[in-house]
């Protein structure tokens, strides 16, 4: 296992600045293009007994890119669709007297959400997303390194997306419910 682990990080080395630059030119979102490399070689490690089959490897890992990057669009899209047919039946339910979800309750959400996170992870959090400083700056203000930050970051990024979008699933659900 050690030696397979050994290998894998040798092709990770190899293959994840030309991955990055294409899940960039696909997603045209730095954060778009990290989750992509992520969850590419995630799946690559996963189904490692497969890579030895692909008659050209350089196209197997290109094509895997191509999908899980649609897929994440497609993912996207949708989320954006529903949130802005949600929007709407929300404003003709407020005009009715009907509770709509306002910044208020998102942020209640995101409270939540940040609530969950580590420590670390939530300062972080906050000096990027909150007062706007980059990694470097983050970085040189907490005293750690700019790689530090950037993995808080895309943790506490996942962690957030994750728990909102658990509580979207759910308002998906009432709403075709309701519908």
């Known amino acids: 296992m050690r030696g397979e682990s050994k290998r894998f990080k040798e092709f990770y080395d ?11 030119k696909l997603c045209r979102s730095e954060i778009l293009a990290e989750e992509l490399l992520q969850e590419v070689f995630v ?3 996963q189904h490692r007994d497969k890579l030895a089959d692909a008659d050209n490897l350089e196209a197997y890992l290109f094509q895997s890119v191509r999908n899980q990057a649609f897929t994440m669009l497609k993912k996207i899209a949708r989320e954006e669709a529903f949130l802005a047919e949600y929007g709407k039946a929300q404003e003709g339910a407020s005009s009715d007297g009907d509770v709509a979800m306002d910044a208020r309750e998102y942020r209640q959400l995101l409270d939540q959400a940040l609530a ?4 670390k992870q939530r300062e972080v959090y906050t000096l990027c997303q909150v007062e706007g400083l980059t990694y470097e700056q983050a970085a040189e203000r907490l005293g750690i390194s700019p790689l530090t930050v950037k993995t808080h970051m895309q943790h506490a990024l996942r962690q957030v997306r ?5 509580r979207i699933d759910l308002l998906i659900l009432a709403f075709l419910l309701l519908r």
């Open 162 to 166: 994750t728990f909102l979008k658990s």
């Open 14 to 24: 190899r293959w994840s600045g030309r991955i990055y630059a294409f899940g960039m």
């Open 116 to 119: 969950k996170l580590s420590p």
């Open 43 to 45: 799946r690559l490690w």
